[in-house]
């Protein structure tokens, strides 16, 4: 959420900011500014009111004190007008709370304002690559996609699986869930090594939880919802992680708290009719192992820098070629002030796929959900920097290691550092 200070004061600032999103939300600014006006006028309305009616009943308090007949006029006017006043002031507190309501409703539906360094650009074809490791695998063979590779091997079937839910869902098998599990425990065991503290939150979050990290209201069609309860399938372990403080005060002391989360994620994939229609790329569920950190605002780019390092190390462990992308403002994600796309290259699309997104979201999240910490002199409190990034996404992961893994006797040799985890160096055949 932005604040609210900052939008009144640099009107024109956050519109030209948001602006560079490819929207045009100078209507909605102007609206706030109207209604943040209205509710501060009507506050000191209010204020005026609560003070006069207290000023009357104290009058009368004075007369009575006098000797004077509670029944005289004066006496009565006075009443009558404390009565008044008192009802003029509930009626004005109410409209106070009306446009609280309405100014939150609008502000929850804005993005966040992208920062000064952020490249603009319209879309994801205007984003800068910062810098690429790695160098695709040269094969002297036509290069099979991830599916048919997973499907001969006996990894994986998408047939059984769309009979028992729907299309974009797979049942893994044998080896294929074995080489699953193995990415999902080295990434935990990378990141436990790095310093961060695991998670295993909840799958199922209630609304303000998605409002807080700002997949609602905005993304609601995005997500799967259950119909008799206020609790939706989380779209990533982004979400219950970054809500984990909500509501609460952290100590300086506390801070950076860096959390990993192993977790199912489910997506809707309501706006990618026709994308990636395909493979491990674009499921119904997939698993992710998610990086979250909580850090003062001053500390925030650096450990932005630190998140991106922690992911690009997984793939450098696993000896996969990627590049690194600094997304312009028209790519941003929605509660992102800054973000870098991990990309992995897929040789039978010859092209870099996004495997991680490592977001600073400033304050924007932390206004959502109430997130604040203890100044050091302890005299206040400011809203921390939340950040989060793909530490991987398991199935993208799954998919490059085949392709760039590749054999010509339809076989996958296995990464070095997966191959104690499977207890063999290569997968060449169905099992179980």
């Known amino acids: 959420m932005l604040d609210l200070k900052v939008l009144r004061e640099h009107p024109d600032e956050v519109i030209m900011g ?3 999103r490819n929207g045009d939300f100078g209507p909605a600014i102007r609206q706030l500014i109207g209604l943040d006006g209205l509710r501060r006028q009507v506050r000191s309305d209010y204020e005026q009111a609560q003070a006069h009616g207290n000023q009357t009943g104290k009058l009368v308090g004075e007369k009575l004190r006098t000797g004077i007949n509670p029944s005289d ?11 008044e006043l008192r009802a003029q002031a509930a009626a004005l507190q109410e409209r106070e709370r009306e446009l609280d309501t309405a100014i939150q409703q609008l502000l929850l539906t804005l993005p966040n304002l992208p920062k000064p360094v952020v490249p603009i650009g319209k879309d994801e074809t205007q984003n800068l690559e910062a810098r690429r490791w790695g160098i695709p695998p040269i094969f002297d063979f036509a290069p099979l996609a991830h599916w048919d590779i997973g499907e001969r091997l006996g990894l994986f079937n998408f047939a059984r699986a769309t009979r028992l839910a729907q299309a974009r869902f797979v049942a893994l098998v044998g080896d294929g869930a074995a080489l699953e599990w193995a990415l999902i425990n080295f990434m935990r065991d990378r990141h436990r090594a790095r310093g961060y503290i695991e998670i295993l939150p909840p799958y199922l979050v209630n609304s303000d939880a998605l409002t807080g990290t700002g997949q609602l209201p905005k993304f609601a069609e995005d997500s799967f919802r259950c119909r008799d309860d206020d609790l939706w399938l989380i779209p990533t372990a982004e979400v219950p992680v970054t809500n984990l403080y909500r509501d609460e005060i952290l100590s300086t002391a506390e801070l950076p708290i860096n959390h990993y989360a192993f977790t199912p994620c489910f997506r809707r994939e309501a706006g990618s009719y026709g994308k990636d229609t395909r493979g491990l790329i674009r499921l119904h569920q997939f698993h992710k192992v998610e990086m979250v950190k909580f850090c003062r605002p001053q500390d925030s780019e650096m450990e932005h820098q630190k998140l991106v390092a922690d992911a690009e190390d997984l793939l450098q462990q696993l000896e996969l ?5 600094e997304l312009c403002t028209g790519d941003l994600g929605f509660a992102a002030a800054r973000c870098y796309d991990l990309e992995v290259w897929f040789p039978s699309q010859e092209r ?7 977001s600073n979201c400033g304050d924007f999240q932390a206004r959502r959900a109430n997130l604040r910490f203890k100044t050091p002199d302890k005299k206040g409190t400011e809203y921390l920097h ?11 992961t799954y998919a490059a290691i085949l392709e760039n893994y590749q054999n010509a006797d339809g076989s996958v040799t296995l990464p070095t550092v997966l191959r104690p985890y499977l207890s063999k160096d290569r997968l060449s055949g169905p099992v179980g």
């Not at 070629?321 to 992308?325: D, E, T």
């Not at 870099?352 to 490592?358: A, Q």
């Not at 939340?386 to 993208?396: F, I, M």
């Open 18 to 20: 948001l602006d560079s």
């Open 73 to 83: 006029p004066e006496v009565l006017a006075l009443k009558q007008a404390g009565v």
């Open 321 to 325: 070629p990627y590049r690194v992308l």
């Open 352 to 358: 870099y796929r996004e495997i991680s997104s490592c």
């Open 386 to 396: 939340t950040l989060n990034g793909s530490g991987l996404a398991v199935g993208r």
